[in-house]
T-cell receptor, first 114, second 112 residues
Framework: NAGVMQNPRHLVRRRGQEARLRCSPM?????VYWYRQLPEEGLKFMVY????????ESGMPKERFSAEFPKEGPSILRIQQVVRGDSAAYFC????????????FGSGTQLSVL | GEDVEQSPFLSVREGDSSVINCTYT??????LYWYKQEPGAGLQLLTY?????DMKQDQRLTVLLNKKDKHLSLRIADTQTGDSAIYFC????????????FGQGTTLQVKP
């Protein structure tokens, strides 16, 4: 049973470009969470999704950021018109339901904006 | 408030015990967690404790919770070089929803 898969592991973008980060949850998991880790900081919650629904997006920046978790395929975190401050590690986690103790994290995508 | 505070760095010698401390402000937290992050890897759940407990032991790991002082600690007995990593304390923002509030992490350095 593969764990939470994120790709790419590393993503380099120039300012103004778009970044698309993908997350495939563990098999049997229908709940996905995105977190962002800035250098020297802990993880900050961004968004919580179930299949085709955004449940909680209280941690998402108001502009340029969006997330989806379609019926088929991975969850996507999309950042439009990236700026240098978007450089961070973006982690995805999944769970089979609303269950903190069964929350599993992926290895993250390191986004670097030049 | 949702702040979680940790000391940034701890250095111990191999074989010694390590104690990593964490304080939090949200008294309504029902679950508190310790995660381990190795270089270039995601977070691995080490252990968690329910708020009505004051201690939990799991092999070399002991978690102590002082709910009155909102203080959580992780003790690693017989620390090994493979324990070198960043350790994050976290609590559930509200209920059992997967939305966790993390501290900034404690880097544990184990010297041979």
């Amino acid at each position: 049973n593969a764990g939470v898969m994120q790709n790419p592991r590393h993503l380099v973008r120039r300012r103004g470009q778009e970044a698309r980060l993908r997350c495939s949850p563990m098999k049997g998991h229908s709940h996905v969470y995105w977190y962002r880790q800035l250098p020297e900081e802990g993880l900050k919650f961004m968004v919580y999704l179930q299949k085709e629904n955004i449940i909680d997006e209280s941690g998402m920046p108001k502009e340029r950021f969006s997330a989806e978790f379609p019926k088929e395929g991975p969850s996507i975190l999309r950042i439009q018109q990236v700026v240098r401050g978007d450089s961070a590690a973006y982690f995805c986690a999944s769970s089979p339901g609303q269950s903190n103790e069964k929350l599993f994290f992926g290895s993250g995508t390191q986004l670097s904006v030049l | 408030g949702e702040d979680v505070e940790q000391s940034p760095f701890l250095s111990v010698r191999e074989g010694d015990s390590s104690v990593i401390n964490c304080t939090y402000t949200d008294s309504s937290s029902t679950y508190l967690y310790w995660y381990k992050q190795e270089p270039g890897a995601g977070l691995q759940l080490l252990t968690y404790i329910f708020s009505n407990m004051d201690m939990k032991q799991d092999q070399r790991l002991t978690v102590l919770l002082n709910k009155k002082d909102k203080h959580l600690s992780l003790r690693i007995a017989d620390t090994q070089t493979g324990d070198s990593a960043i350790y994050f304390c976290a609590h559930a923002a509200s209920g059992n929803t997967g939305k966790l509030i993390f501290g900034q992490g404690t880097t544990l350095q184990v010297k041979p």
